[in-house]
């Protein structure tokens, strides 16, 4: 009967630990991610891309609001010389054959983003940011638990 208790305790501490490591690890991808962007809007090398398509990308929810999100294919020349395709994200209304400032990694120049700060990046960032940080806490929590309960049952 303890083996029992004890084989559940270290299952269930061992589920805790798997929450609790996928946690820590979006929230290390979430960081590389808003550090990547920060760095390309910062440090980015800037280049007048010319737009050749635009679209735009409906997310339906069907308990909240719905969004939707212009992107637009640019091509622009690096400052080496090498043309570049990138597909950017625009808050602004452009058309085929306008003219889209961007910042690019040199190194990755398909990369690109539009040269304007997307707005609410920080507020949306730190709420799931907050809310991998929960899940890591709560996954640490079971899997003390279960393996404290393995290690009460195993004294026993």
Do not use: N
Request: glycine share 12%; charged share 20%; proline share 5%.
């Amino acid at each position: 009967m303890f083996a029992v208790g004890g084989v559940f305790g270290v299952v269930f501490g061992s589920v805790g630990l798997l929450f609790a490591a996928f946690g820590i690890t979006m929230l290390v991808l979430g960081a590389r991610k808003s550090a990547e962007y920060r760095r390309v809007l910062r440090e980015g090398q800037f280049a007048e891309a010319r737009c050749l398509e635009t679209y735009v990308v409906h997310r339906h929810s069907t308990d909240g609001p719905s969004s939707s999100q212009r992107r637009l294919i640019v091509a622009f020349r690096t400052g080496d010389g090498r043309e570049a395709r990138a597909e950017v994200v625009s808050r602004h209304p452009y058309v085929a054959g306008d003219v889209v400032p961007v910042r690019y990694p040199p190194e990755r120049p398909e990369r690109a983003m539009a040269a304007e700060p997307t707005p609410g990046v920080g507020a949306v960032t730190c709420l799931l940011g907050g809310v991998m940080v929960l899940f890591t806490c709560v996954g640490l929590l079971f899997a003390a638990i279960g393996f404290g309960v393995a290690a009460f049952m195993g004294v026993s």
